[in-house]
């Protein structure tokens, strides 16, 4: 809930074991089984941990894997329609409250893949300049926007703006309950995409100016700059969450190995920073390869999650 990527397509491992299945004829035992279809969406989190599970999926079951990215919402639609076999990236219990609500009743949820999240509106931490103190030594001053509430007194510094993601995200919805919730009138909420949004954080802070951004934890910006979330007295985006795995009805039985994969899938906020920022820092443009070094790195965790 991240930059745009070029379009992903089946990574070079799903092309081999399709040309192999071709090579062997009219075997139809040899047939390669159907691609794993794994729905996420163009969010940085979303991308790590769908290219990771993807890279398991074809070097440990031996399947192809195929990436379909679209909104949150066709996200969630995509799999409990049976058009996608999971998802990764079940934002809960809050920030896909409505997601949840609409389609939960035909997915089945194997649980958080991973706990400790949390959304809400971010600020680059910038004090607002230096001054003399009492005993001379100088002194940094506090930013007076602490906390949502404190937006209505700085729209002019601010622009007038909150710089959010695709319109979709179940962090908009809550933005676009903040701006009643908080009377922020004089706001306008920016929809775009994660690297917009990253991109216009940069552009503030390269500038040392003020800037409000929809944010999220785990994400690769909060290693990259000095950032905070603005306080949210009226629980808006609610409390520290979990992200879950959520697969279609019938994939238990069509596919108990895959299934179990899915429900061991389970890694901490600190464990995706690390690919979250190694596919940062390649310029996003092969996410597959940073899972699979991620992979190298993590032996032990992988054999958990393959039960190996």
């Known amino acids: ?134 005993s001379g030594a100088r002194t940094l001053q506090t930013d007076p926007i602490q906390s949502i509430a404190d937006l209505p007194a700085h729209r002019h510094q601010l622009g007038g703006r909150i710089v959010g993601i695709d319109p979709e995200a ?14 922020l009138d004089g706001y306008r909420l920016v929809a775009g995409s994660e690297d917009a949004m990253t991109d216009a954080l940069a552009s503030a802070i390269a500038r040392n100016e003020r800037v409000v951004v929809t944010g999220w934890e785990p994400h690769w910006m909060f290693g990259r700059w000095s950032l905070r979330f603005l306080d949210d007295p009226a629980n808006v985006y609610g409390g520290r969450g979990a992200i879950h795995t959520m697969a279609r009805r019938g994939l238990a039985d069509e596919a108990p190995a895959l299934h179990r994969l899915l429900d061991r899938f389970r890694w901490d906020p600190a464990a995706m920073s690390r690919l979250l920022v190694w596919i940062e820092q390649s310029g996003g443009n092969d996410p597959y390869a940073q899972a699979e070094r991620w992979m190298r790195a993590h032996p032990e965790q992988v054999r958990e999650w393959v039960g190996k």
């Open 1 to 134: 809930m991240s930059p745009a990527r070029p379009s992903r397509r089946p990574p070079a491992v799903a092309a081999v074991l399709l040309a192999a299945g071709m090579l062997l004829g009219g075997n139809a035992a040899a047939q390669p089984a159907a691609p794993v279809r794994i729905a996420y969406v163009d969010w940085s989190s979303s991308v790590a941990s769908a290219n990771l599970v993807c890279a398991v999926i074809e070097q440990h079951l031996s399947r192809p894997c195929e990436l379909i990215e679209g909104t949150a919402d066709d996200m969630w639609r995509r799999v409990a329609d049976g058009d996608a076999d999971a998802m990764l990236s079940a934002w809960l219990p809050d920030t896909h409250a409505d997601y949840l609500a609409e389609y939960g009743g035909r997915l089945d949820d194997l649980g958080a893949n991973l706990e400790g999240t949390r959304t809400g509106l971010v600020v680059p931490d910038i004090r607002v300049g230096r001054q003399t103190g009492p």
């Open 170 to 183: 179940g962090i908009m919805t809550a933005t676009r309950r903040a701006l009643t919730e908080y009377g």
